[in-house]
Nanobody, 130 residues
Framework: QVQLSESGGGSVQAGGSLRLSCVPT????????MGWFRQAPGKKREGIAH???????DYADSVKGRFTIFRDKDKNTVHLQMNNLDLDDSGKYYC????????????????????????RGQGTQVSVSS
């Protein structure tokens, strides 16, 4: 099991940057894949960035080239660096983790994303204005 705590949301103008952070508290030795998903009013939840314990990453097309997910060297805290933000990036962002998906390859094979992960944080709001 894992508990997740997010931080780093806020308001920014279009074209700006934000960094979200997620600190996991993990109660097992199992490998976890972690990721971020977001939800905006009237839109479906969208898994946008993922990283497994080996450091392999995966991105949704909507954020590829603009967002980067990475871990601290201690391999615990996971960050989402968001650059060149636009109005469509506004929403609530959630950190998520899944022990039953140990690798990105497994996640892709199963057709899943962070939206489907069992553990998630409380979310942090990102607001992008023109």
């Amino acid at each position: 099991q894992v508990q997740l705590s997010e931080s780093g949301g806020g308001s920014v103008q279009a074209g700006g940057s934000l960094r979200l952070s997620c600190v996991p508290t993990i109660y097992s030795d199992r490998k976890f894949t972690m990721g971020w998903f977001r939800q905006a009013p009237g839109k479906k939840r969208e898994g946008i960035a993922h990283i497994d314990s080996d450091g392999t990453t995966d991105y949704a097309d909507s954020v590829k080239g603009r967002f980067t997910i990475f871990r601290d060297k201690d391999k615990n805290t996971v960050h989402l660096q968001m650059n060149n933000l636009d109005l469509d990036d506004s929403g609530k962002y959630y950190c998520a983790a899944e022990a039953d998906i140990p690798t990105i390859a497994t996640m892709r094979h199963l057709g899943l994303s962070a939206v489907d992960f069992a553990s998630r944080g409380q979310g942090t709001q990102v607001s992008v204005s023109s």
